[in-house]
């Protein structure tokens, strides 16, 4: 048995990429399911969802194979599998024990929009508190000159964007002095007032999930019972990708598991052994800016070996399982080079070499172009350099899958981006090639025209006067009103858009004024998510977005407004969510790559997990050097720390703006280590550094020693493209095509479907309410009870008052409004009493009834309906519909025609029921009036 | 009183019909209403009107068909004598009650719910002493065991007041329905229990009440031996109570676990079903679409985008239900007015109210108006801010720019509709229930708060029938007034449990629990992925799961299990089953719910086109970016105009231009402007302008001593901000901050002075024709003269961060804007010095030439040289009308709201027509 699947020991595995890292915890998993654990009690914690999902699948697949009782088991228990996210798992511990925390078991996570636009608030509020008292808030933005509100506003938002590590400064009281105390100030100040919008709404938001968890078993009265009850439920716990754990899910896990580690407690006493499981590369560590903390893996080997001792397992795998040798000898020789072992600097990361496992060679290049004026030109020269190289190698080099060798495709290959900022050009040059590809999870979602001609005929909708936003919808190919169409409009100044297309002469402009007209009725009553659909086909602007990243693209955005609008959203709302997100990071649409001939582009972040037979690094000579900003936020052993300084001239010179830098410069080296080893068979990097220019970036980690580094073969562009004829695609490569099953026949008209019976109910007046109020809308379903019960017996007519009273009751609740109801009912009763129709209508009597229901099929429709009274006299049948609400003589013709329908199918139904003739009546009771109907 | 019991398989169909059948044997039509049906769910109930109704002949009095909870309703409606009051409102009075948030009295309710179910015939004392029993002998913590003693406390007294105020609720009329069944002889000539498998003991005191006074009753029961166990307390209890016949039934068929399709995204997966449906229909294999059925464990996620796919491929179709009201846009609306009161009215809400077409009586002018004053207001609440819209007062509320203006009416309007608004808002801090009501009962009549066509009466009806409710509560919890945030809490929670029951023709949409008893001919089962099938209980924060399973209420287990029934319940009973769940959605990947066989997982694939969408793309064959094109040309005739010899060009205009041709063609030509959401700041143009005369006064004084200027400085401020209707904290904020940075200007003035300059005029109108044929025209910040030299320099303010390079000035022709006025000032006769911009952001001014030109020996003379050039081939190419994409900065196009249809940043125009579909 490999040791690290001793389940009576905590594991540390050190894990470098292509190791089998994952199969490792989901071998781990099975091996406490195989010792006697209880499902629901083993918690694994992995990076993302997906990992999660790929996680239970992996720990599925392997149960399947090799023990099928098992899997049968765990397949019905599979709701219990706990993994997940640390932030699924910490929402979990707050909703359970929210009640325990001082939140209301129905908080909810609010998301960004939310988020932002209550801190906004909350900032403002916060201003305007001392709008009578100029305070802190006054004296810093005069402290800051010209500008100083723009200035103090950003400076907030930059630190409550390092959430939860500025929270966290403030809570624990964490020094400060100078500026940087007077900004926590001001910033305690609006949290304070965005904490208590959170509460007054039962929300959190993001950051608050590990902050108020970590709170809830370190600081609340009841962290005792939390334990308690973690402990209880939970005897394990894995944790996949440790080396991006930040420190405060490491306080949490390790205040959550601190009791197992004291050798007592009650699990130990009842004989179990709960146990630790940690995987992780410290070199693939690579979440700096979301706060992950490289340091903690280091650490926490010396916790373990300190803690449990012999109960403790340390392992480092050596072997690769993923490379070929030359990639895993060209790895191993650069990044010993630049990992070096350091003593005081436990953010650096310490290289250790591993070993080809596999057999055969492959292959590392680096192509050296020669650069151009400027940075753009550099990519451009550099794309074309890596389009020629893999059309070089197109169908010619051979690569492996699983024991046989073949040629390679365009599928086979990646090119991994250290930033997407370039993204364009290498598009650009692909396409121009030929060479198909497929960008995954291509940021710039909201730049794709596509996107943004559906987000401006939105705005339209939403403000028919936002002039920009209906140019962009009339000149895009939904309309193509050309531009000097468009400009002889527009030029003539002061009036709107949109009134000066309503009195265009031109048949375009006129009728793509009808179709957005229509479509601004339309949004008040329908979904606009599904105008859009509407207008894609009603427009025929479906055939111009048919390349698939396109077509995909618009779905996901119709997709995403409709969900907006399923989650309560309104329109100005989405307006502005869409607004904000343009200068996001969304990602395109996701497109299913599996088994599609396409190049596939994506980021070295994007690809972190992943493997791919060749791979292109592009950009090597590209700076490291970090985007700047005014604030660091420092974490130092136990320690935060924050320094904020605007001139950027000064931060070069400051301390933790220095080894912040010299933090993130650390991460770059990991990030390439990352990049290199996502190649399998082939890997090549190419570079556009300018001539005679010092090398920077990834290139001189290379060029910088290329003394100590093996199985590297550099080449300049001529010289790659000189290795192969290019092997031109042919043109059915040329793009992705569209899901295969879009082809004939054509049935693009809806459904012609009639049911053969259509369902109705006959109800009642709907008028009463707007032409008599509220009272009598009330009184009628009163009187109507009342009718019944008298007329089944169910009461007397002593007991009318009582009864009218209890109904009363139950509808209005003041005295006098019952007072005054009841006296009306009272009265009523009366005049009908008078008028003789309470006896001879409404009283009980032999072969009559009550709220008779009916069903009446005429013809393809079915009647529902209630008659109020039907009382039988020889060979007729009476029946009669009460009308409650007050009428005048002069009206009773009027009313007779608007309920002939009604009573005619009334009529019908009581002559088919009854087999006799009917007449029917209508019995207005307030005055009371009793009319016979009259048949059309 | 016969009881005949079908136990039928799951894959048996047409026992509603069989039940039917064999009560119609002993009754005779048209008068049905001697037969008692009832069944678990209201769609069962209307399916079986349909079955009843091809049995029944043309017209008849119908049986009786009902849930077990519309019967006890309307068995209290009829002989009882107090308010039932709605589900809905239990939360709300029993957070009232006990002053804690809503989340924990849903808890209660929910927990009160369940043994009122689950044990009837107890009261809650012996109730709670029981739990207490369990709770020491589990040994549970007594934090946990307090917080349902708690509960029961909260629960007596909600007990009490019910009582007091003579009302009951939904789970009490359950209680109280035997014994009215009983006291008031209710017989049924038939009694048919239908699809019931495991009810509830309130259910089983109905149903068992019901049975002893039938005459006949038929029970039909799901069975299968492998859910026995499920079925077993059903079973149990008509062993047990009666004797009972068993008629002969359909043997089980086997049942072959069917395969399953992946599609991967929920909107693929819900394509899939449509196009399967329309293929179907098209081919005959579907004939009635009411009997295809389409069900999802989570309706909610998908029932919106089915809506909207469904409709894109014409497929009539029907929800089991519809939204609930508190997520309609006009209940929405009406929701945003309420916050947007007890808020202070904030944004984005009140604007909503303002734009909503459902309160009729709002002005139209501000539902065209408001949408583009809400992005440019920079107002983030108060009506203060709403009223001094066009002050241009508080911090930054200039009138919205744009071609659309702000009409003088719209402050007007405002007042009005605060007006309207005042009654409400005077009680928003201590109104009761039934005050809220009224006043807001009031507002809605004046704002005519109304549906759209046939839906105008059904809203007022559900308006007065909700606020009928919130009102009751006042009544029943003796509470004093409340914040308006409370009331609209209420509502909303009443609103969102007020759902109406949808009928309608075609394919039939559903959640799982709809489908009890249901036999579709085709049913698509989809969503049927890991965790939503089956799916966890919510959290139980009273009762911990070993609590629930020692006392007899639902447990985990059985929770777990029920969805198995369920599951296959549904499937089996369908005449065609197409399963599905979609792998993927965005980041998030799936696995198939495990109550389906893995190995059976297939793609799906159905040949055709159905939906306008397929046929468009598919010939579709121009790709997009070949539509994205330069502007050259387009205009040419007014741009000649425009920027003609015998026009005055603005000297900024060329700088703009040479920026990029394209914006500038759309910003300043055009003259649009991409909606952008102002953030609440002294808006940049105000601060700048303001900036500009405080520069003028300050320094066009010619003062001699450098010691008065803070003086000076105060005057002047204090007069030039007060001309701005600012609100006072802002004028302050201004005075102060440039009281603060004088010492610097201070500084900069004497070295000004020091280098022999001295101020001589602001604001400076120039024009002139500084080449033949180009006529520029501009303004000078400032002019400072040599003394005794006749030479000049210039000046330009900024408020904002200042790039001021002369190379770049040389070899790329940025920033041109000093050295054509420069040019300008020569072609008057001035000999210009130095060109400078002053930068009161970080008060310091920048030279060119500088102390690099110097040394280099570069005159300003170069730079206004190398500025013509760029001048003549810049003002050529406009009157040419060539506005193409051509920035001088790549870092311009950042934020540039063109990107997108941009050819240099789409790169699209060199290669057209390379991209080819190969389907």
Known sequence: ?936 | MPVKVFYMPFNSRGITRQLFGEALKNVKGPDYSGILYMAPSSIKIRDAQHEFSCLAGDCYVPPEMVTLRQFSKRMFSRYGDRKIIHCALIPVVLSKLSGRGIGFSSAIAQFMGEIKQYHTEKDMDSVGRELNNIFNGLGIPEEVSHRSSEAFSIIGYYQKLLDESSAIDEYDCMSLCPAMVGEHNIRYSVLILDGFYDPTPAEKAIIKQLMLTAKDVLIAMPYNTKYSFITSCYNDFIINNFKFELPSVPQPRDFEAPSFYSYPGIEDEIEGIARSIKNFFISGKIKNLNKTCVVFPKLTVYSDMLTRIFKKYGIPHALSSRKPLGETKPFKDLLALLDSVSDDYPRIPFSQFLVSPFFRKLPQSLRQQIPRISLLSGIVKGKEAWLSLRNSGGASRKPPAGNSGVPACLQKELQWVFKKLSPLESIKNKGTYGEYCGVITELLDELDFSGLSDEKREMKETVAGIFRELSFIDTLTLSGPAGLRDFTDSMKLVLNATGTEAEAAGVQVMSVSDMHGLEPEHLYFGGLKDGDLPSKPDIDHLLPDSVRTRFGLRNLGKYLLLQKFAFWKTIESAHTVHLSYPSMEGDKSFLPSPFLHWDKEVKHHVYGIFSVEEDLILRGKTPLSSYICEIKGIGAKAAGRMFGEDSFIRVTDIDSYRACPRKFYLERVLCLEPPEIKKYEIEAMLLGTIAHEIMQALLSKGWQEFEDLPHAADTAVDRIVSLYGLEEYWKKVIRDTFVSIIPDICKIERKIRAEGFAFMDAEVAVEGEIIRGIKLRGKIDRIDKKAGHGAVEIIDYKTGPVQFSGQQVISKGATLQLFLYAALMKSMGFHVDRAGIYSLKDVRLSWIPGRNDRKEGRSIDEYISACLRYLGETVAKMRDGVFTADPIYELTCRNCPERPYCPYIQKSQAFPGVMKETA
């Not at chain 1, 508190?129 to 100029?134: A, T």
């Not at chain 1, 055969?360 to 020669?370: C, F, Q, R, T, Y």
Request: net charge neutral; aromatic share 10%.
């Open chain 1, 1 to 936: 048995m490999e040791k690290y699947l001793d389940i009576s020991k905590s594991v540390i595995i050190s894990s470098p990429a292509g190791s089998g890292k994952t199969e490792k915890l989901a071998r781990r998993y099975v091996s406490l399911l195989l010792g006697g654990s209880e499902i629901e009690k083993i918690l694994a914690i992995t990076f993302t969802e997906k990992a999660a999902t790929e996680m239970k699948q992996r720990i599925l697949g392997i149960l399947k194979k090799e023990n099928p009782g098992l899997f049968a088991a765990v397949v019905e228990k599979m709701p219990l599998m706990r993994i997940s996210t640390i932030h699924a798992f910490c929402l979990k511990l707050l909703k359970r024990f929210s009640i325990e925390l001082g939140h209301d078991p129905s908080l909810e996570v609010m998301d960004e929009f939310t988020a932002s636009s209550l801190w906004a608030d909350s900032v403002y509020e916060s201003l305007m508190n001392e709008r009578e008292n100029p305070d802190l808030f006054f004296d810093m933005i005069v402290s800051r000159g010209m500008k100083g509100w723009d200035s103090l506003y950003r400076t907030l938002n930059e630190l409550h964007k390092r959430r939860p590590h500025a929270d966290l400064m403030i809570r624990e009281r964490h020094p400060a002095d100078g500026e940087e105390k007077k900004i926590l100030d001001l910033y305690e100040r609006c949290l304070r007032r965005y904490s208590r919008k959170k509460i007054e709404r039962r929300l959190i938001d993001f950051n608050d999930i590990e902050l108020l968890s970590y709170e809830a078993i370190i600081k609340n009265p009841q962290w005792q019972n939390i334990l308690y009850s973690f402990d209880e439920h939970t005897d394990h716990i894995l944790i996949d990708e440790f080396q991006d754990t930040s420190s405060l899910q490491w306080k949490i896990i390790d205040r959550l598991t601190e009791e197992w580690r004291s050798g007592m407690g009650a699990k130990r006493d009842s004989g179990k052994v709960p146990t630790i499981f940690l995987v992780g590369d410290e070199k693939q560590s690579i979440y700096l800016f979301r706060g992950a903390n490289v340091s903690l893996f280091g650490k926490a080997k010396e916790l373990f070996s300190e803690w449990l001792g012999r109960e403790y397992h340390f392992e480092e795998i050596r072997e690769n399982y993923r490379s070929l040798p030359e990639i895993v000898n060209f790895t191993n020789s650069l990044f010993s080079r630049l990992m070096q072992p350091g003593l005081y600097e436990s953010w650096r990361t310490t290289y250790t070499p591993f070993r080809a496992t596999r057999d055969d060679k492959g292959s590392v290049e680096l192509i050296i172009a020669e650069g151009g004026e400027n940075t753009r030109k550099n990519r451009e020269t550099e794309a074309e350099a890596m389009a020629g190289r893999i059309l070089s190698l197109y169908g010619r080099y051979e690569v492996w899958e699983e024991d046989k060798k073949r040629a390679c495709t365009f599928g086979d290959m990646a090119i991994l981006l250290r930033k997407r900022t370039h993204l364009t050009v290498f598009e650009d040059v692909l396409r121009r090639h030929g060479i198909p590809f497929i960008v995954v999870k291509g940021i710039g979602f909201y730049d794709e025209p596509e996107v943004a001609i559906l987000r401006e005929l939105l705005s339209v909708i939403i403000d028919p006067l936002d002039d920009y936003s209906l140019f962009c919808v009339l000149r895009s190919p939904l309309f193509s009103i050309g531009h000097r169409t468009l400009f002889g409009l527009i030029s003539r100044s002061g009036v709107p858009l949109v009134e000066k297309m309503r009195t265009s002469k031109n048949a375009g402009v006129n009728s793509a004024f009808s179709m957005i007209a229509s479509w601004i009725e339309k949004a008040q009553y329908i979904p606009v998510a599904e105008l859009l659909d509407d207008a894609l086909s009603g427009t025929g602007g479906w055939r111009y977005f048919w390349e698939k990243q396109r077509h995909v693209n618009i779905k996901k955005f119709i997709n995403l407004v409709g969900q907006y609008e399923s989650q309560g959203y309104s329109l100005l709302e989405i307006r502005e969510k869409l607004i904000l997100s343009k200068s996001g990071e969304e990602a395109k649409a996701n497109i299913n790559t599996e088994g599609m001939n396409a190049v596939k582009i994506t980021t070295v972040h994007a690809a972190k997990g992943l493997q791919f037979p060749m791979v292109f690094l592009p950009s090597l000579d590209e700076e490291n050097a970090p985007r700047s900003s005014s604030i660091v936020l420092e974490e130092d052993d136990e320690t935060l720390f924050l320094a904020y300084e605007e001139d950027s001239q000064k931060r070069k010179k400051m301390e933790h703006f220095l080894r912040r830098k010299e933090k993130e410069l650390e991460e770059e080296k990991r990030l390439f280590y990352v990049a290199v080893t996502r190649a399998q068979d082939f890997l090549c990097m190419l570079a556009a550094p300018k001539k005679d220019k010092q090398h920077s970036g990834r290139l001189a980690y290379i060029t910088g020693n290329l003394g100590h580094i093996d199985s590297l073969r550099i080449l300049n562009a001529p010289e790659a493209d000189s290795l192969h004829t290019p092997s031109r695609p042919s043109q059915e490569y040329a793009f992705v095509a569209s899901a295969p099953f879009f082809r004939g026949p054509v049935y693009t008209e809806p459904l012609p479907y009639e049911p053969r019976f259509q369902w109705r109910d006959v109800t009642e007046d709907p008028d009463i309410r707007v032409r008599h109020g509220e009272d009598w809308v009330l009184l009628g379903r009163v009187f109507h009870s009342l009718f019944e019960e008298l007329s089944k017996g169910i009461i007397q007519p002593d007991d009318i008052g009582k009864r009218a009273m209890t109904l009363l009751r139950n509808e209005v609740f003041t005295d006098t409004g019952r007072k005054r109801l009841l006296e009306t009912i009272l009265d009523d009763f009366r005049k009908l009493d008078a008028s003789r129709h309470l006896e001879g209508i409404i009283l009980p009597r032999e072969n009559s009834f009550s709220e008779l229901p009916f069903i009446l099929r005429s013809g393809s429709t079915i009647f529902r309906g209630r008659i109020d009274r039907v009382i039988l006299r020889g060979e007729t049948a009476f029946v009669y519909d009460y009308k409650t609400y007050p009428v005048k003589e002069r009206e009773l013709p009027e009313l007779r025609d608007k309920y002939r329908y009604q009573m005619e199918i009334y009529s019908n139904a009581a002559e088919k029921l009854f087999s006799k003739k009917v007449r029917g009546y209508l019995l207005f009771t307030h005055n009371p009036f009793c009319i016979e109907y009259e048949p059309g």
